[in-house]
Nanobody, 120 residues
Framework: QVQLVESGGGLVQAGGSLRLSCAAS????????MGWYRQAPGKQRELVAR???????NYADSVKGRFTIPRDNAKNTVYLQMNSLKPEDTAVYYC??????????????WGQGTQVTVSS
Protein backbone atom coordinates (compact mmCIF):
# COMPACT_ATOMS: atom_id res chain seq x y z
CA GLN A 1 0.00 0.00 0.00
CA VAL A 2 1.43 3.34 -1.08
CA GLN A 3 0.09 6.74 -0.20
CA LEU A 4 0.91 10.27 -1.25
CA VAL A 5 -0.15 12.83 1.32
CA GLU A 6 -0.17 16.47 0.34
CA SER A 7 -0.36 19.58 2.44
CA GLY A 8 0.21 23.30 2.23
CA GLY A 9 -2.40 24.75 -0.08
CA GLY A 10 -4.43 27.81 0.71
CA LEU A 11 -5.30 31.38 -0.17
CA VAL A 12 -2.59 33.94 -0.82
CA GLN A 13 -2.40 37.39 -2.37
CA ALA A 14 -0.65 37.94 -5.67
CA GLY A 15 3.08 38.27 -5.14
CA GLY A 16 3.00 36.02 -2.11
CA SER A 17 4.48 32.60 -1.50
CA LEU A 18 3.27 29.14 -0.57
CA ARG A 19 5.01 25.83 -0.05
CA LEU A 20 3.33 22.54 -0.81
CA SER A 21 4.60 19.24 0.48
CA CYS A 22 4.01 15.66 -0.62
CA ALA A 23 5.12 12.69 1.42
CA ALA A 24 5.20 9.20 -0.05
CA SER A 25 4.79 6.27 2.33
CA UNK A 26 4.36 2.52 2.13
CA UNK A 27 6.21 -0.35 0.53
CA UNK A 28 8.45 1.75 -1.69
CA UNK A 29 11.57 0.23 -3.18
CA UNK A 30 12.61 3.22 -5.24
CA UNK A 31 11.27 6.64 -6.20
CA UNK A 32 11.96 7.20 -9.87
CA UNK A 33 10.52 10.67 -10.06
CA MET A 34 8.09 12.89 -8.23
CA GLY A 35 6.40 16.01 -9.36
CA TRP A 36 3.52 18.41 -9.23
CA TYR A 37 0.70 18.91 -11.67
CA ARG A 38 -2.12 21.42 -11.54
CA GLN A 39 -5.58 21.70 -12.95
CA ALA A 40 -7.49 24.95 -13.18
CA PRO A 41 -11.26 25.01 -13.78
CA GLY A 42 -12.07 24.20 -17.38
CA LYS A 43 -8.47 23.36 -18.22
CA GLN A 44 -6.46 20.19 -18.63
CA ARG A 45 -4.10 18.98 -15.96
CA GLU A 46 -0.59 20.21 -16.67
CA LEU A 47 2.88 19.45 -15.39
CA VAL A 48 4.24 22.17 -13.13
CA ALA A 49 7.55 20.71 -11.97
CA ARG A 50 9.24 17.33 -11.66
CA UNK A 51 12.40 15.98 -10.10
CA UNK A 52 14.03 12.67 -10.99
CA UNK A 53 15.86 10.27 -8.71
CA UNK A 54 19.09 11.76 -10.00
CA UNK A 55 18.03 15.27 -9.08
CA UNK A 56 17.25 16.55 -12.55
CA UNK A 57 14.38 18.99 -12.64
CA ASN A 58 12.09 20.40 -15.26
CA TYR A 59 9.53 23.15 -14.98
CA ALA A 60 6.64 24.50 -16.97
CA ASP A 61 7.66 27.67 -18.77
CA SER A 62 4.98 29.59 -16.88
CA VAL A 63 6.61 28.92 -13.51
CA LYS A 64 10.33 29.02 -14.33
CA GLY A 65 12.15 31.42 -12.07
CA ARG A 66 9.28 31.48 -9.57
CA PHE A 67 8.79 27.86 -8.45
CA THR A 68 11.30 25.29 -7.25
CA ILE A 69 10.95 21.62 -6.36
CA PRO A 70 13.25 20.72 -3.47
CA ARG A 71 13.11 17.27 -1.93
CA ASP A 72 14.05 15.40 1.20
CA ASN A 73 15.13 11.90 0.19
CA ALA A 74 15.25 10.66 3.77
CA LYS A 75 11.58 11.49 4.20
CA ASN A 76 10.45 10.51 0.68
CA THR A 77 9.07 14.02 0.49
CA VAL A 78 8.99 16.55 -2.29
CA TYR A 79 8.04 20.19 -1.97
CA LEU A 80 6.84 22.87 -4.31
CA GLN A 81 8.10 26.27 -3.28
CA MET A 82 5.96 28.84 -5.04
CA ASN A 83 7.08 32.46 -5.04
CA SER A 84 5.76 35.55 -6.79
CA LEU A 85 2.39 33.89 -7.16
CA LYS A 86 -0.02 35.14 -9.79
CA PRO A 87 -3.80 34.78 -10.04
CA GLU A 88 -3.25 32.46 -13.01
CA ASP A 89 -1.50 30.02 -10.67
CA THR A 90 -4.87 29.32 -9.06
CA ALA A 91 -5.61 25.62 -9.44
CA VAL A 92 -5.81 22.32 -7.67
CA TYR A 93 -2.27 21.02 -7.33
CA TYR A 94 -1.64 17.28 -7.44
CA CYS A 95 1.43 15.40 -6.37
CA UNK A 96 2.56 12.64 -8.70
CA UNK A 97 5.06 9.87 -8.14
CA UNK A 98 6.51 7.12 -10.27
CA UNK A 99 7.55 4.43 -7.82
CA UNK A 100 8.98 0.95 -7.76
CA UNK A 101 7.12 -0.96 -5.05
CA UNK A 102 7.91 -4.31 -3.47
CA UNK A 103 4.45 -5.72 -4.01
CA UNK A 104 3.31 -4.36 -7.35
CA UNK A 105 6.35 -3.24 -9.29
CA UNK A 106 6.47 0.14 -11.02
CA UNK A 107 3.32 2.24 -10.70
CA UNK A 108 2.14 5.81 -10.97
CA UNK A 109 0.50 7.40 -7.94
CA TRP A 110 -1.42 10.60 -7.37
CA GLY A 111 -2.11 12.65 -4.31
CA GLN A 112 -5.57 13.82 -3.35
CA GLY A 113 -5.00 17.37 -4.57
CA THR A 114 -4.69 20.63 -2.70
CA GLN A 115 -6.30 23.93 -3.64
CA VAL A 116 -4.14 26.98 -4.25
CA THR A 117 -5.99 30.26 -4.73
CA VAL A 118 -4.15 33.47 -5.58
CA SER A 119 -6.16 36.66 -5.21
CA SER A 120 -5.39 39.77 -7.22
Amino acid sequence: QVQLVESGGGLVQAGGSLRLSCAASGSIFRINHMGWYRQAPGKQRELVARITSGGSTNYADSVKGRFTIPRDNAKNTVYLQMNSLKPEDTAVYYCNANLDTYARGRLEYWGQGTQVTVSS
